[in-house]
């Protein structure tokens, strides 16, 4: 029917497009054949630009197609190879116990995601194709996982071994759920919906595998200072205070009473979009983009380690992949002059510019782009570091807030578009993940 938004949702979501019908016709082959409107030429350049293969129909020689039967209880080819691999995992030595790695590796990954609402299903999207290529869970590939926002909730989510499938579900259903009525939203919903899925007095020390960083604001003082919810003891490492203070704050809760539902929340308490959880706001006012912070952090503690006496138990940091929500386009600013105006005309432009330029100046300290990339990569050079920065380019601008299926599937869609073109990247990052 040439129905362009469901064949998109239907491959966002992980049809299989290599399957064949009863005829030994793929999904391809038929879009080749049957469409006939004007969107012919639209749907076969979309499906082409995801991997989608045209194929000739079966030759009249050529043997029946293999039709799908329930499975028999006798072994198979496929069960004795699912028993190597088990046999062979074996035999190398427990890469899990516990949550806890086992097995010695060579050098340390960390995974750092972005923040950015509902634009989380863009880094959703991404892992999934990571594991894909890896055969292997997040969890089981990244030795530091560092999270904002959205990022911080998947972070925790990922630690405390969701599946990404799960996951990507789960926020088409928590939009319906908490992007209700308008801004502010409520943040009940949210909280409910946290506690839900993590537990309601889970701590952040429960699973201590792989480490974990969840970047929030502390707003209880001014200027606001950069705090990191962990699943382990902070680095010991004697610093200066940031600024000089007579006021008298609130100790930190330590991470083995930190609740993780509410290090996900404190995160996620984006201005204008939720309240503050306590004294926490959005990490992503400070830190959208937490490669540097998360980096910065594994210094310090390897330093940490260093001065207790135990060199050995320090790996190098091997490996950085920082993934993104998505790029907006760029597009043409009239005018971001704030003036005093004399007449109408004036204090029209006066408002126009005030609004341009109060947007302007949000976007830069949360962009996650650019510059921060920029740095992160350099820094990554100079320590010898591999540094992998995936972030699809978006077609239109979408809100952190967005509750529409057509535009989240079209982010999707674009996210695969940009997943296929970047497919050897991908692998070789795999590979890498797999041989650290």
């Avoid at 039967?69 to 046999?87: C, N, R």
């Avoid at 190398?92 to 923040?115: F, I, Q």
């Avoid at 990404?164 to 939009?175: A, D, G, H, V």
Wanted: with cysteine.
């Amino acid at each position: 029917m040439d129905h362009m938004e469901l064949i998109k949702a239907l491959m966002v979501f992980g049809d299989d497009v290599e399957i064949h019908n009863d005829l030994g016709e793929t999904p391809g082959l038929i879009a080749a054949r049957t469409s006939k409107g004007p969107n012919r030429k639209i749907l076969l350049d979309m499906l082409c630009s995801v991997g989608v293969q045209r194929c000739h129909p079966p030759s009249p020689g050529s043997p029946p197609p293999v039709t799908f039967k329930a499975k028999s209880q006798t072994i198979g080819f496929e069960d004795i190879m699912h028993v190597g691999a088990t046999i062979s995992a074996m035999s190398r030595g427990p890469s899990e116990v516990d949550g806890r790695r086992m097995v010695k590796k060579k050098m340390d990954s960390l995974l750092c995601l972005d923040g950015g609402g509902i634009k989380g299903l863009v880094l959703i999207q991404m892992l999934i194709a990571l594991e894909k290529e890896a055969g292997r869970s997040t969890r089981e590939l990244f030795d530091w996982v560092a999270g904002t926002s959205t990022g911080g909730i998947l972070a925790l989510a990922i630690v405390h071994g969701k599946s990404m499938e799960y996951l990507r579900c789960l926020y088409f259903r928590m939009k319906e759920q908490v992007f209700k009525g308008s801004r502010p939203y409520e943040s009940a919903p949210l909280e409910d919906f946290l506690k839900k899925e993590f537990g309601e007095n889970t701590k952040m020390t429960d699973v201590q595998y792989p480490r974990v960083m969840v970047t929030s604001v502390l707003a209880d003082r001014h200027p606001g200072e950069l705090h990191i919810f962990r699943n382990y003891n902070p680095p010991s490492v004697r610093r200066e205070p940031p600024y000089a203070t007579t006021a008298t704050f609130q100790p930190i809760t330590i991470p083995q009473e930190q609740l993780v539902w509410r290090a996900a929340r404190s995160s996620g308490a984006a201005p204008t979009y939720f309240r503050p959880m306590g004294r926490f706001l959005d990490g992503g006012l400070l830190a959208n983009n937490p490669t540097l912070d998360a980096m910065s952090e594994i210094h310090q503690y390897n330093k940490a380690v260093k001065a207790e006496g135990h060199r050995e138990e320090i790996k190098k940091l091997g490996i950085v992949v920082s993934l993104g929500t998505g790029k907006p386009p760029q597009v043409v600013v009239s005018s971001v002059d704030v003036f005093r105006p004399s007449n109408p005309l004036e204090l029209a432009k006066s408002f126009v510019g005030a609004k341009e330029l109060g947007k302007m100046l949000v976007d830069c300290c949360t962009d996650s782009d650019g510059c921060a990339v920029d740095r992160a990569r350099a820094w990554c050079e100079m320590i010898d570091t591999i540094y992998h920065r995936l972030s699809p380019q978006l077609s239109q601008e979408v809100m952190l807030d967005e509750v529409s299926g057509a535009i989240l599937v079209d982010m999707l869609w674009e996210t695969q578009m940009y997943l296929y073109e970047k497919r050897d990247i991908l692998r070789s990052l795999a590979n890498l993940l797999l041989d650290k």
